[in-house]
């Protein structure tokens, strides 16, 4: 009985072990089969991306190919004039963006350096001060601070109307050329819309040609119609957006001079030199 438990004993454990060999064995084709199946979805998938980039360049090229193909459709004769506008209101644009850029200045901390110098008497440098910082409130800064310094306008009143005179003529300065940009806003979609009827009227003329008034005649004056109207309106749209960002501009320098003009007026009630 024993020798009998001996014996299966001894079976089940090489049946074991050969189960776990065997058992081993598959776990070791199931990872190199694992592997290989990444490998070759790795290689599919770089495949993939390879094709799929000469794809996008190609889309990237059809968008630009099929603008060019639509801009001369549109006519050289207005599509020129529409893209004329777009660039002269693009380079007013751009250059009110700069110029209203350049002009902003830290308001708070300007003023109250100016206010210590003019506390301290120093009007001399302050004056020195507004000259050395861009921008309209530094103008208007340094006109007021020029009429404490004189002996014959340094009176509040002065000082007051003053400040208000040069914060419009500044005000003028930042709004300069913006009728330009609002000019050309106007014109664009209006050749659009001159090229419409444009593209009309050769319609007509195609059709009373032809004796017909088949598609065919008149999808060509219709197309040119069309596309002028279609980017006269876009070249406004883009003008527009700048045209709001410059006004948001000129508006927060203006806020930015009506609280230097209080604050200069105050410093200005404080100092010694002032006539109240």
Do not use: H
């Not at 120093?122 to 409130?137: F, L, M």
């Not at 598609?215 to 069309?226: D, F, N, R, S």
Request: charged share 25%; hydrophobic share 50%; glycine share 6%.
């Amino acid at each position: 009985m024993k020798k009998l438990f001996a014996i299966i004993a001894m079976v089940a454990a090489c049946s074991f072990g050969a189960t776990s060999s065997v058992m081993a064995q598959e776990d070791e084709v199931e990872a190199v089969e694992a592997v290989d199946s990444a490998a070759v979805d790795t290689a599919a998938v770089e495949e993939e991306t390879i094709e799929a980039a000469p794809i996008v360049e190609e889309e990237n090229e059809g968008v630009f190919k099929n603008l060019k193909t639509k801009y001369i459709e549109g006519g050289a004769g207005f599509m020129s004039l529409v893209a004329i506008a777009l660039v002269l209101g693009l380079a007013f644009c751009i250059e009110r963006v700069v110029y209203l850029t350049l002009a902003q200045i830290n308001t708070r901390k300007f003023t109250k350096e100016l206010a210590d110098l003019v506390a301290k008497g120093k009007i001399a440098d302050a004056i020195e001060k507004c000259k050395g910082t861009r921008g309209p409130v530094a103008q208007v800064s340094r006109k007021a601070m020029e009429c404490l310094d004189s002996n014959d306008r340094n009176d509040i009143g002065t000082i007051e109307r003053t400040i208000n005179m040069e914060a419009e003529v500044q005000g003028s300065y930042l709004e300069e050329n913006c009728s330009w940009i609002t000019l050309f806003i106007a014109m664009a979609p209006s050749l659009g819309f001159l090229g419409t009827v444009i593209g009309m009227v050769m319609a007509f003329d195609d059709i009373q040609r032809a004796g017909d008034i088949s598609p065919t005649v008149v999808a060509g004056g219709m197309k040119v119609a069309l596309i002028t109207t279609i980017f006269g309106i876009i070249v406004a749209l883009v003008l527009q957006v700048f045209y709001n960002y410059i006004l948001a501009k000129v508006e927060a320098l203006t806020g930015n001079m009506e609280e230097a003009a209080q604050e200069l007026l105050v410093m200005c009630v404080k100092s010694d030199k002032c006539k109240k």
